[in-house]
């Protein structure tokens, strides 16, 4: 089996393809829901052998933005960036930046130290590290009878 590398331009029929990105792409379709402002930031997360840690990419955001609990194993973290217009005589052309609330939960595992979960938010990144209770790390080995 060969790999055929992916080539858009090839795929494409050019006018007929150039009418549909054209619509759909424009704000024909609009609504006053559509216009709602929400985004999703991106979260990495990995494990150690001590901690769980989560990145969020919140470009923007200040710590007062950011609101961080966990409750019954349910680490949630949500916020809010708000567009400010600026009376300044600038005219945007165009605004790609995502503004307004989010939020994203995430269950965590049973052997966590909720006592100890620390965060940071720096250079637009929001470093949460939730420690593991080494006392919940344990295995046990269970004997067949």
Known sequence: MSLIK???AKS???????FFDDI???NFF???????????????????????????????FKKSDVNIDLN???????????????????????????YGSFSRAFQLPDNIDDEKVDAKL????????????VKKIQKKNIAIK
């Open 12 to 18: 494409r029929t050019q006018g007929v393809s150039r």
């Open 122 to 133: 720096e250079d637009g990144i929001l470093n949460i590290v939730v420690p593991k209770d």
């Open 30 to 60: 609009n609504t006053d829901l559509s216009l709602e402002r929400f985004f999703i930031p991106q979260v990495d997360i990995s494990e150690t052998e001590k901690d769980f840690e989560l990145q969020f990419a919140l470009p923007g």
């Open 72 to 98: 019954n194993g349910v680490l949630t973290v949500s916020g809010e960036r708000k567009f400010e217009e600026k009376k300044d005589e600038k005219n945007f052309h165009s605004v790609e930046t995502r």
């Open 24 to 26: 759909f792409n424009d």
């Open 6 to 8: 992916y080539n858009p």
